[in-house]
């Protein structure tokens, strides 16, 4: 009794807590079964007739015949022959319960739930298929102010992608990790870059330990940039969706890189927090500006990754764009988000 209830208080888990439950009960049919045979082997001569009449009659037997040593000898038996027929019950049923249970552990394993998989095809999370292959020469990490635990960082890379928002996916051990990037401005040496320029320099920003990859691990790693906009085949990818909104205030401020800024936008209506571009008409000409996800409310209160927002941020050169900050207050423009478009009607 002292070992069962140690094991008792071992129990961890609700499979543990079931295998107990059974065993308990195996236990205890066992030791009814050896309790009925041992006292039928002690009844005094005169009641063993009665206790062997009663027992023929619920196991079915014609014993008028036997003698009294047959019928006990009998019961005997069939007492063994319900012991091994509970055992391999127990044996069977207990194989049934691990083998039904294994295959529903590996069916929730390998196959994503219906909610995941609505998910990711509606947010388009899966790269295009083309990618450019490159090395990680280069880690610039600085965390993002007023948000714990998420980093920005300035990639370098061995040879040259687009200037454009993408995705970066590498293997790190036995996983696969994957990173938005944004375009850059000005080149190391200063110089303005525009998007869809070659460059050899992106940003991404992530949370180390959601993501499970510190800025270390990036570095010299072999990955695969996936340009949203700028395939490898040298035409340009359409945006998709765009979430239609009207741009009601602007902050800006210079980045201290040549003529760009970067500029806080506030929307009409609410927007995926994410990797985007925002296009808009003005004076006959198409403009597009790369937007990047904010990391605060206006209230400082952090904001997650595709969480709805009406703020986002954007980086653009007013001199090779051809628009100022001003200009933009006020326009209606379109939202174009990569991750998250929005869904079809």
Known sequence: MIEIL???SNVGTPMALLAVVIALAYYTYCRWLQYAQKKLELLPQDQRAKAV??????????????TREERVRLIREEMQ?????????????AVLFASCFGAAVWAYVSYPSREQTKSTEKNGEKPPRESYAVDITGVQARPVGGRSGWMVATLTF???????????????GDRTVKLPLAPVFTTEDHKPVDDGDPTRRLETYWNPKLRRAFAG???NKRASV???????????????????????ALKAEAVGRGDSVVATLTLSADVPNSLGLMVFEMDGRILQIPVAPVFMTEDNKAIDEAAPTRRLEAQWNPTLRGVSPDEVVNRSVSVYSYLYPPEEP
């Open 6 to 8: 140690r094991i008792v």
């Open 53 to 66: 009449d009663n027992y023929l009659t619920r196991y079915n037997i014609d014993g008028s015949n036997f």
């Open 81 to 93: 022959k319900r012991h091994r027929l509970a055992l391999f019950a127990l044996v069977s049923a």
């Open 158 to 172: 061995s040879a040259e992608v687009p200037n454009s928002v993408g995705q970066l996916v590498f293997k790190l």
């Open 217 to 219: 691990d990036l570095k």
């Open 226 to 248: 996936y340009s949203y906009l700028y395939p490898p085949d040298g035409g340009r990818r359409p945006p998709g969706g765009a979430y239609e909104v009207q741009v009601t």
